[in-house]
């Protein structure tokens, strides 16, 4: 079972930045699909970006022009730049993969937007 560890959370105002990184326990070249999601106080869990094996990216509209999903197979890492953050982003995100059919999770890392 693939495992996935989240990193690079933390508090940072309105308008600045953050990158959280996900690091797999194996070659992450075999994997389906990996992605980002996020989950607020209150609310279900939701998309915020995917890249695909052949690096297709997908976002959703409310994070478009602000994060950039990324991956580097040296580290078996991906990453997600967060830019121009809002307060509305605040929330816990997870880190996805999707190894032959499974899903694997990570535990999550705290992202909080102050305003």
């Known amino acids: 079972q693939v495992q996935v560890v989240e990193s690079g959370g933390g508090l940072v105002q309105a308008g600045g930045s953050l990158r959280l990184s996900c690091a797999a326990s194996?070659?992450?070249?075999?994997?389906?699909?990996m992605g980002w999601y996020r989950q607020a106080p209150g609310k279900q869990r939701e998309l915020v970006a995917t890249?695909?094996?052949?690096?297709?990216?997908n976002y959703a509209d409310s994070v478009k022009g602000r994060f950039t999903i990324s991956r580097a197979y040296a580290k078996n890492t991906m990453y997600l730049q967060m830019n121009s953050l809002k307060p509305e982003d605040t929330a816990v995100y997870y880190c996805?993969?999707?190894?032959?059919?499974?899903?694997?999770w990570g535990q999550g890392t705290q992202v909080t937007v102050s305003s």
């Open positions: 996805n993969a999707d190894v032959a059919g499974n899903d694997s």
């Open positions: 890249i695909t094996h052949a690096g297709s990216t």
């Open positions: 194996g070659s992450i070249f075999s994997f389906n699909t």
